[in-house]
């Protein structure tokens, strides 16, 4: 059984930082692309970052040079460091395991301008 946990969302200013982290139980993760997604009100749910098992990092035009995503397979932890945050950052962010149907809660993410 995989559960994926987010933390670390929260209300932040135009231009600041956060950091967030997923946790991921199950054997699933070392193995496995992950990614986060994220969902503003009224809107699509939409890929944000993704990270394959060795390394290798894609990101939405809208946050790269911004947001890095990372993970620790010896954690079984994805990161996502977001810093100059804009408030169209706002939403939901959730952690995915790539091309399936394992999800996260989902993290609140509010940026205030």
């Known amino acids: 059984q995989v559960q994926l946990v987010e933390s670390g969302g929260g209300l932040a200013q135009a231009g600041g930082s956060l950091r967030l982290s997923c946790a991921a139980s199950?054997?699933?993760?070392?193995?496995?692309?992950m990614a986060w997604y994220r969902q503003a009100p009224g809107k699509q749910r939409e890929l944000v970052a993704r990270?394959?098992?060795?390394?290798?990092?894609i990101y939405a035009d809208s946050v790269r040079g911004r947001f890095t995503i990372s993970r620790d397979n010896a954690k079984s932890t994805m990161y996502l460091l977001m810093n100059s945050l804009k408030p169209e950052d706002t939403g939901v962010y959730y952690c995915?395991?790539?091309?399936?149907?394992?999800w996260g809660q989902g993290t609140q993410v509010t940026v205030s301008s």
């Open positions: 995915n395991v790539w091309s399936s149907g394992f």
């Open positions: 990270i394959t098992s060795s390394g290798t990092t």
């Open positions: 199950g054997s699933i993760f070392r193995l496995n692309a």
